[in-house]
């Protein structure tokens, strides 16, 4: 089995649907795209929040959360447990037939320890992933939601969202990654870049503009197009007809974000440098 011709792998970060209406206007384009849509999110603000009431102080290396033993309790709790179900929940709500899992659910993906763990503690890597599962649920009209929990040899790891969408577009052959924060894409010298390819996107996360969890999206990004995937795009959600917008790629069909693509016309590489 293979994934439906068209398939685009969404991330939504932690306050990505933040506005009033976000979830329900998200809802009616996965209606529209039921069984082409595959949504992993992540959840950081709301673990950040449930670590602070337990007395955990949140910390971060490189835009990664730092996870010791008891954080990576308050990460599955939440991204596994609150966050995954909420979402199917409300998305269930508005008509979408969603499916909540986990990234280590069904060998969906193969995690082992992040080459930094010395610094990030109980963190993963993505050394493979087995789509099977998510390719089932999409040829039956479902929409799998995924959280960013893995695991490796037993343990359980708290692995990046946007690591995780760019390995599943890789797997999938998917046509897009759309990862939606509450950036408008990638702001260099105070203005949003309209188009990199992967070596550009490479070379921005070096750029003093570039902090927190911009430079995880711009390698996520870089390393999803060099796969295979048509285009990554980076954005903030702008309303009903934000993903079509995205996908058409127009300046003047909606919001237009950061768009990732291996090969750019010479005007755009001049415009992305």
Do not use: C, Y
């Not at 929940?89 to 320890?113: F, I, N, T, W």
């Not at 009209?141 to 599943?168: C, E, F, K, Q, Y």
């Not at 999938?172 to 550009?200: F, H, I, T």
């Amino acid at each position: 089995m293979s994934a439906p011709i068209g398939t685009i792998v969404v991330k939504l970060g932690g306050r990505a649907m933040a506005t009033e209406g976000a979830l329900a206007a998200l809802a009616a384009e996965l209606r529209a795209r039921a069984g082409t849509v595959v949504l992993v999110h992540g959840g950081g603000p709301e673990v950040s929040a449930w670590s602070e009431r337990l007395g955990l102080v949140p910390r971060f290396h490189g835009g990664r959360r730092v996870t010791d033993e008891a954080t990576l309790e308050v990460a599955t709790a939440v991204l596994a447990g609150l966050a995954n179900k909420r979402l199917v929940a409300a998305l269930a709500a508005h008509g979408v037939d969603a499916v909540g899992l986990a990234a280590l659910d069904g060998g969906l993906v193969r995690a082992v320890a992040h080459p930094d763990s010395a610094e990030l503690g109980a963190v993963g890597a993505i050394a493979g992933v087995d789509p099977a599962l998510v390719e089932t649920l999409l040829a039956s009209g479902r929409t799998p939601v995924i959280a960013s929990i893995g695991a490796h040899h037993g343990l359980l790891l708290n692995l990046n969202a946007d690591d995780v969408a760019a390995a599943l577009a890789v797997g999938l052959g998917a046509r897009a990654l759309v990862l939606l924060s509450d950036a408008p894409g990638v702001v260099l010298d105070g203005r949003v870049v309209a188009r990199l390819d992967p070596d550009r996107a490479d070379a921005a996360r070096a750029h003093a503009d570039v902090k927190d969890g911009m430079g995880p999206k711009l390698e996520a990004a870089a390393g999803a197009v060099r796969g295979g995937v048509g285009r990554a795009v980076i954005a903030a959600w702008n309303g009903p007809g934000t993903l079509a917008a995205l996908l058409d790629g127009r300046a003047d069909a909606g919001p237009a974000g950061t768009h990732v693509l291996s090969v750019l016309l010479p005007e755009e590489a001049e415009h992305g440098r």
